[in-house]
């Protein structure tokens, strides 16, 4: 299951030695890591609506991050593009929960990984308002530039292939709610 905080719902899987096809889609797509501090890649895209960011990116995908961290500059322009508005004091971004801002789309070795509306505005408790998962993060010049967070990992199973410093992602099989 994707949300935690339920009665009576688990939470996520790991699975070692094998890849989970109960889970996951059999279908993976697999990319060399920049480096293997932090289990670290390459995006060369961030899309959403009308704005687009082509780029090199060193990134990271942590399941101990909530939401989706980058740098501000192109964080404004993603919650602008999904109708979002920076709140300084909370340090996130605010939107109605009934916006629609469509998929955000991370182009990562060439393939395209779309994350949902499901995944991408939470609930921030009202059912009225809601946060973007995506929030401002500056690494300082060390280490990645993003971190792929929760919202990410919900969406697409990560595949850590030690041997082959490689790290892959699969579509997640599990409903999205």
Known sequence: MHRGAKEGVTGGVFTYGAIDTTNCDSKSTFVALTS???????????????????????????TGTSLIAGPQAITDQLA?????????REGVYEMPCST???TLDITIGG?????????????????KNCYFGVFPFEMGGFGPTWILGDPFVRQFCNIYDFGGQRIGFAASLQPNN
Do not use: H
């Open 36 to 62: 293997a501090t932090y289990w670290q890649f390459r995006v060369t895209q961030f899309k959403l609506g009308t704005y687009t960011q082509t780029r090199n990116y060193d990134v990271i995908s942590d």
């Open 80 to 88: 602008k593009a999904a109708g979002a508005k920076y709140n300084n």
């Open 100 to 102: 629609n801002p469509g």
């Open 111 to 127: 393939a395209v990984y779309s994350i949902q509306k499901i995944n991408l505005v939470l609930d921030s408790g009202d059912g």
